[in-house]
C-alpha cells in the first residue's frame, strides 16, 4: 500500500531543482495511488570511471527514495551510451572509451550502487541490448526524429558553437541514445543532475512521438567538490568517495567549506530536515556542526560505529598531534633504492598515494608531504630508506615503509 501523494510529495521533492512537470508527476502519483501500482523510476549511469562519489550518489539516493516508497526502480547501465560519451557540462567532445574498459567499470558501480539501492528489488539493463539489435538503419530513423535547431537550443552545445569550439555529429546522438532507453524500459518519471536536464526532455519527446504517455524529468543539484569551488569529481581530487574508509570520509568532510554545509547536509545525509536546521542552529562555532556533518557522510556509507571511532581518529591525529592507530605498511623493495635511498617521488607512488610522477611532484612542492614529521619540499629529494619510517602525504594519508625482505 503507497503512502498518500502529500507524503510522497514530501519525501520526492527534497533535493530536487527541475521537475518537468509537477502536476503531471502529482497525476502519476495519484493514479498510482489509486491503481495501487508502481511507477517506474528510471536513472541511467554510464561507467565512464571505476568509482562512483557522494556527489554521483545523489540521483541514486533519490531513486532509492521513490523504491522506498513502493515504486520500481530501474538502473540503465549505459554500456553504448559510455562509448559515446555523454556532452553534458563540457567544452570539448570528450574521448570515447573503449567498450571492455566500460563492461570493466560496470561491475564495481553496480556493487557501489547496491550500497544505496536494494538490488535484489531493482530491474538492472544494459542499454546494449536494444543498441546491439538496431541496425544502420534504425539509427537513422532515430535521428529522424531531432532537428539540429533543438539540438543547439542545449547550452552546452550553443556556447560550443558560439566560441567555435568543435562538436563532433556523434555528441548529437548521445540524448537521443537517453530518450530511447526511456521508451524501451517505459519510464514514468527519469532522474538526472541539472546538467542531464536537455537528454531528460528529450526522452519525453521521444515518448510523445512514439504516442506513450512522457515521462516526468527529475533533476538533482550537481554537488560542489570538498573544494568549494568546482563540481565534485575524481580527477580534481575534490571528491568523497562512496567506498573510502570512514577516516578519509571523515578526514575529506572536514574540509568543507562552512557555506556548503547546509548544501551537504541535504544531499549527502539522511538526516531530516528538522535534525539538520538543528544542528546548524544549535552549535555556536561551526567546527561542532561540521562535525555532525562528517558523521552523517561517514554513517550513510558505513554505520553509526564506524562514525564515531573515525571522529575520535581525526581528533587524536589533529587536535592531539598523535598517529593515527592504523597505518599500512607498504614495503619497498631494495631494488628500487639507490645507495639505500629513492626518490621521494617515486615513494609517494609506490604508496599508493599518486597515480602518477607529476602529481606526486606537485604534492611535494605544495607542502604536503612529510617523512618523521620532517616536511619534504623539494621534489627532488633522495631519501634514506628505513624500516619503520612514517610517510605523510596530505592531512590524512599515511604509510609505514618496511623494506622488503
Same mark, same amino acid.
Given at each position: ?97 573503449? $567498450?571492455?574498459? %566500460?563492461? @570493466?567499470?560496470? #561491475?564495481?558501480?553496480?556493487?557501489? =550502487?547496491?550500497? +544505496?539501492? /536494494? ?119 575534490? $571528491?568523497?568517495? %562512496?567506498? @573510502?574508509?570512514? #577516516?578519509?570520509?571523515?578526514?575529506? =568532510?572536514?574540509? +568543507?567549506? /562552512? ?124 631519501? @634514506?630508506?628505513? #624500516? ?18
Amino acid at each position: 500500500m503507497f503512502k498518500d501523494v502529500d507524503e510522497q510529495l514530501e519525501v520526492i521533492l527534497r533535493g530536487t531543482v527541475d521537475i518537468v512537470t509537477k502536476e503531471e508527476l502529482i497525476k502519476k502519483l495519484k493514479r498510482s495511488y489509486e491503481e495501487n501500482k508502481p511507477l517506474r523510476i528510471k536513472l541511467g549511469l554510464d561507467p565512464t570511471a571505476p568509482d562512483i562519489h557522494i556527489g554521483n550518489a545523489i540521483p541514486i539516493h533519490k531513486l532509492r527514495s521513490f523504491q522506498s516508497l513502493g515504486h520500481t526502480a530501474i538502473l540503465i547501465i549505459g554500456d553504448y551510451t559510455a562509448t559515446v560519451g555523454d556532452p553534458s557540462g563540457v567544452n570539448k567532445t570528450r574521448p570515447m572509451i573503449t $567498450y571492455e574498459k %566500460v563492461l @570493466e567499470n560496470a #561491475t564495481t558501480y553496480l556493487s557501489q =550502487a547496491g550500497k +544505496i539501492l /536494494d538490488l535484489k528489488k531493482t530491474e538492472v539493463v544494459y542499454n546494449s541490448e536494444w543498441f546491439k539489435k538496431m541496425t544502420f538503419h534504425d539509427v537513422i530513423q532515430l535521428a529522424a526524429k531531432m532537428t539540429v535547431a533543438r539540438m543547439m537550443e542545449r547550452d552546452d552545445f550553443t556556447k560550443r558553437y558560439s566560441a567555435g569550439i568543435p562538436i563532433s555529429v556523434h555528441e548529437f546522438i548521445y540524448p537521443l541514445m537517453q530518450g530511447y532507453d526511456s521508451i524501451m524500459v517505459k519510464s514514468d518519471v527519469e532522474l538526472g543532475g541539472t546538467d542531464q536536464l536537455f537528454s531528460l526532455l528529450v526522452g519525453r519527446d521521444l515518448q510523445r512521438d512514439a504516442g506513450v504517455e512522457p515521462q516526468v524529468a527529475l533533476t538533482t543539484p550537481l554537488l560542489e567538490g570538498i573544494d568549494g569551488n568546482k563540481k565534485m569529481s575524481k580527477s580534481l581530487g575534490n $571528491y568523497i568517495g %562512496v567506498t @573510502e574508509t570512514p #577516516t578519509e570520509m571523515f578526514g575529506k =568532510a572536514m574540509s +568543507i567549506p /562552512d557555506n556548503l554545509m547546509h548544501k551537504y547536509f541535504e544531499l549527502a545525509t539522511d538526516l531530516s530536515i528538522k535534525e539538520i536546521n538543528h544542528l546548524l542552529n544549535v552549535h555556536i562555532h561551526p567546527r561542532a556542526s561540521k562535525v555532525s556533518l562528517a558523521k552523517a557522510i561517514v554513517q550513510r556509507y558505513h554505520d553509526k560505529k564506524d562514525a564515531e571511532a573515525a571522529s575520535a581518529e581525526f581528533d587524536r591525529i589533529f587536535k592531539e598531534h598523535e598517529l593515527p592507530d592504523k597505518i599500512p605498511d607498504v614495503e619497498i623493495s631494495g631494488e628500487e633504492l639507490t645507495d639505500g635511498k629513492i626518490w621521494v617521488v617515486r615513494l609517494i607512488v609506490l604508496c599508493g598515494f599518486s597515480a602518477t610522477n607529476g602529481e606526486a611532484r606537485r604534492l611535494v612542492q605544495q607542502g604536503g608531504v612529510s617523512v618523521n614529521n620532517d616536511s619534504v619540499n623539494d621534489p627532488t629529494l633522495n631519501i @634514506e630508506i628505513k #624500516t619503520g619510517m612514517i610517510l605523510k602525504v596530505g592531512k590524512r594519508r599515511f604509510a609505514r615503509i618496511v623494506m622488503k625482505k
